[in-house]
């Protein structure tokens, strides 16, 4: 037999003339080896590609004794079972029942590959897999599925110095403070603008239950509509209220007092960002005097330090989308939020969900 290496694939031509000699002329397979000048390996699997019967379980000693009366060989069979190897190329254990699934959970229930892993753990695929095949278009998702982003959403942000936080708090407390001033003396108290700094570590540990973080998402349509999003630091339980259009202090009350109407007995602290939304004195004294709660600012532009807030704000707009919030209404937000917090934390929470 010639010493040459063959690396193309067999032709269907090749395989025409194989199933001549195998089926007509009774040839061994070292025979037709030398014959196509190939390979007794690429011939002997080759024969059972394209066998018409199962011989799995036929012994072997049988096999090799009758292999002519067990194998009986089909050019067209073994080129339809090539092509078809050839266009799957690798998503063996992507059955349509594992694909529906992992796409109906990626798009519509926000898991990551690792969440749905986790969450079942029958699945004969690893995280790594499912991503692979995302890649190579066998499971089909969305753009922002699973909190996926464009190259552009993903540079590491730009924090303030730390002589420019002092300095932004410093002219904060100042206006706090003339507000203090000018308010009515009849108040029992004045208001008080705590830094994160002073933070109790109870709430900075996450050990005890009723500490909240709170932020605005505006939609990026133009309206600039907006939606109040409260997180409980502990279980990361998420709450979102129509907010509307409008900043004012008296909106802005009656956002938290919907709130507050349904989870107020959970409520022993709010920590904010500065936005001139949640520096109105008004507002403020609301929160402080009416239902004697305590708020702690984070430092200006310093995101980093509300990242349960910003990490449930990237959740809840995957889910709802950045745009078109005017034709949502508060049972939109209410059943985002319900998906969002029936969603298992595998790192956070050790793959509870935060309504458990």
């Known amino acids: ?80 079972r090539h092509e078809n190897q050839h266009k799957r190329n690798g998503p063996r254990n992507l059955t349509y029942d594992w694909q529906t699934k992992i796409e109906l959970y990626l798009n519509d229930r926000d898991y990551s590959p690792e969440d749905f892993v986790h969450q079942f753990p029958e699945c004969p695929m690893s995280a790594s897999t499912i991503r692979n095949y995302i890649a190579r278009g ?123 109407s349904i989870h107020g007995q959970f409520v022993k602290s709010v920590t904010l960002d500065n936005g001139i939304e949640f520096l109105s004195w008004d507002y403020l004294a609301h929160l402080q005097q009416d239902y004697g709660i305590k708020m702690y600012f984070a430092h200006p532009n310093s995101p980093q330090e509300r990242g349960t807030n910003e990490r449930r704000n990237r959740d809840l707009r995957h889910i709802m989308g950045y745009g078109n919030y005017t034709r949502l209404t508060q049972l939109d937000w209410d059943q985002a939020c319900v998906i969002a917090n029936n969603k298992p934390m595998r790192i956070a929470l050790d793959g509870d969900t935060p309504n458990k």
């Open 138 to 260: 066998y499971i089909k998702v969305t753009e922002s599925a699973y909190g996926r982003r464009s190259k552009r959403y993903q540079q590491k942000p730009k924090y303030a110095s730390k002589n420019a936080l002092e300095e932004s708090s410093a002219k904060l407390n100042a206006k706090i403070e003339r507000q203090n001033q000018k308010a009515n003396h009849l108040k029992a108290e004045k208001v008080q603008r705590l830094t994160i700094t002073e933070r109790p570590p109870s709430v900075n540990n996450r050990r005890e239950f009723g500490h909240w973080e709170m932020d605005l998402i505006v939609a990026r349509d133009g309206t600039r509509f907006g939606i109040m999003v409260l997180v409980e630091r502990k279980t990361r339980y998420m709450v979102a209220v129509r907010l509307g259009t409008s900043r004012k202090a008296e909106d802005m009350k009656a956002a938290f007092d919907y709130f507050m």
């Open 1 to 80: 037999m010639s010493n040459q290496r063959h690396h193309k694939h067999l032709t269907f031509e090749d395989r025409v003339l194989l199933e001549h000699y195998w089926n007509d002329e009774h040839l061994s397979m070292s025979e037709i080896a030398i014959q196509m000048d190939r390979n007794q390996s690429t011939i002997s699997r080759e024969l059972y590609r394209g066998n018409e019967s199962d011989v799995s379980d036929v012994p072997k000693h049988v096999l090799n004794q009758y292999v002519h009366d067990f194998i009986k060989y089909s050019a067209k069979l073994a080129q339809y």
